[in-house]
């Protein structure tokens, strides 16, 4: 049970080039995420996906695209990078959706360091 | 909308000293909440969550955090900390979404 994984581990982008960062989890969730994290900001919610077929905006989106068409992966696309986009950007993913009462912890993957220059 | 205030950005402590985090949220209805660590390199990690019942909560490595619903707080604490704690800890608060605190870097001086 390898949980949740990423790829690329590291990435060097210039300005202006197009890239995915991969994410796959093999727990069976329905409900995945990708955050952002930046220094003295701690995560930042830029997209999540309910189940296949169904995204939604998260706190940071501009910038991003995502797809979901298996249960089990969810890449996060930048089209246009841009030096604001510099970050480390961590895939999660839960049994159940965010919503009080339920046990909806997070299970993070390594994260992907990415440097727009 | 919510949100989660870690009260410490940096906190330096020798081996066996004690160690209380703070954590507190802005949301007036039923949350969930949770610490994670992120040690050095690596991915977040789950320490302990609060969903329903008992307000003290031992998660793993000592750890343990106490929900105050009057106080909107989930403090992070352990009786004695050692060299391999040095990490960042985050707060994160749950009811319709996740938001996640600021972080606290926590070094232990050995």
């Known amino acids: 049970n390898a949980g949740v994984t990423q790829t690329p581990k590291f990435r060097i982008l210039k300005i202006g080039q197009s890239m995915t960062l991969q994410c796959t989890q093999d727990?069976?969730?329905?409900?995945m995420y990708w955050y952002r994290q930046d220094p003295g900001m701690g995560l930042k919610l830029i997209y999540y996906?309910?189940?296949?077929?169904?995204?939604d905006k998260g706190e940071v989106p501009n910038g991003y695209n995502v797809s979901r068409s298996t249960t089990e992966d969810f890449p996060l696309r930048l089209e246009l990078a841009a030096p604001s986009q510099t970050s480390v950007y961590f895939c999660?993913?839960?049994?159940?959706?965010?919503?009080?009462?339920?046990?909806?912890?997070?299970?993070f993957g390594p994260g992907t360091r990415l440097t727009v220059l | 909308a919510q949100s989660v205030s870690q009260h410490n950005h940096h906190v330096i402590l020798s081996e066996a000293a004690s160690l209380e985090l703070g954590c507190n949220y802005s949301?007036?209805?039923?949350?969930?909440l949770f610490w994670y660590v992120q040690y050095p390199g690596q991915h977040l990690q789950l320490l302990l969550k609060?969903?329903?019942?008992?307000?003290l909560v031992k998660g793993i490595k000592g750890f343990e955090a106490e929900f105050i619903k009057s106080k909107f707080s989930f403090n992070l604490r352990k009786p004695s900390v050692q060299w391999s704690d040095t990490a960042e800890y985050f707060c994160?608060?749950?009811?319709?979404?996740?938001?996640f605190g600021a972080g606290t870097r926590l070094t232990v001086k050995p």
């Open positions: 999660a993913s839960s049994y159940s959706l965010s919503s009080a009462g339920h046990d909806n912890e997070q299970f």
């Open positions: 996906s309910v189940g296949a077929g169904i995204t």
């Open positions: 994160a608060v749950n009811s319709y979404d996740m938001r």
């Open positions: 949301y007036g209805g039923t949350v969930n």
């Open positions: 609060y969903f329903s019942g008992d307000p």
């Open positions: 727990m069976n969730h329905n409900y």
